[in-house]
DNA sequence: GCCCAAATTTGCACACCATGCAAACTTGCA
DNA sequence: TGCAAGTTTGCATGGTGTGCAAATTTGGGC
């Protein structure tokens, strides 16, 4: 007969649905919690009744709150440092970068990490969560820069441009946050923003200069 | 009559000195814990017996362990940051930030400094809060830019060059802890670094393409 | 020296967090 | 259909962080 559903791997597997479909109900439920309450302004109790699972299943899936909070930033930036990967090996650093950073970014998506991130300014615990899930990309960045980058490099030096580039990735998240407060989020704006913080750590800050 | 001293007198009272030395009694026994036990491998309970006061008294001081730990971190940078105001205001900003940063630091403080980063690798918690501390340090440096910089700046180049600036700072701190490993840090070492990748921001990334 | 107002420390209570454990229950599959 | 493996759940436990008020210390005026 016709073959059951795809097999049992990674992604198909009946059981691995359910439970990434968990844990999506529980971060949505997180995330409308905290539009309401606060980001800290509510307890994984009411999360738990919020997504409709006990207390001690919410901990099965995340380790606190702000990990729930957190989750989109940290799937948006595992997902585009994945693809560096796939780029062609001979594409400046730079580019190839901005295309994955910048790249497949919805503006719905756009507007939630705009929304997460704004709620770390409330929330010390969840401003911290969302460093670290930065920090983390940062590190996977290195690592791609060894491959990308010929092997004479130094550490410090792939490490400070990693940093360099996360932190103009930050920046351009900032700034189209700032520009969001009075709605719509323009879909380009972050990537707009990307290009132009990526283009002076190409040429060099020097040209900020006050004798500029 | 005498003129009363406003409460918060700023270091020359006997009870802000008496305040001062407790904190730094707490935050050296929360080292010597971290030490013996691993960063997370003690309770407020036992910190508050080894500094000789009450539980009670620790959260008058701290929020947490993480905190009283990472409060040497704290003082450096923004002492650094601090010095910055002080520099020639027409001093480039990169000599500034250079002075500022790799100025004063003694060899000790240098160490102790990498220590603190390294127990980071260990504990999230800890990890976070140092991350924490070097992201307020970005915003005081923001501060510091906008003051130094033409007007005409705008803001995502300040803050993409502040982030940059504290991204070398780190690569910098991590290459020396690096080196630290097997003792006797180098004085120079951390100013070396910071040197090389600072310059390198200078001039642009664009150098290390693979094509350079 | 004595005393007091202000500052500081402390104990206690309370709500909440995070995790191990084992019992209940689902679920996929032969 | 039945069962082994996976998942959820309740319970217990030890730890965190904070408000509150009582107790204690401290600096300084007299």
Redesign the pocket.
Known sequence: MTS?QPP?ADSG???EL??RA?RTAISTAALSLARTHGPGGF???QLADEAG?????F??YF???EAALTRPVEEFLEGAFAQLYDRPADEPIMDAVLATLGGDVSQEQMALLCEIYAMGEDDPQLERMQLQVWNKAQQKLEEGLHVRLPRSESDLLINSLAGALIACGQAAMREAAAETVGRSPDAGSFQKHLLVSIGMLRTGFNSLSKDS
């Open positions: 059951e049992s597997g009946r059981r359910n439970k968990t307890t994984v109790d699972i006990s207390r001690r299943t901990f099965n380790p606190s709150i």
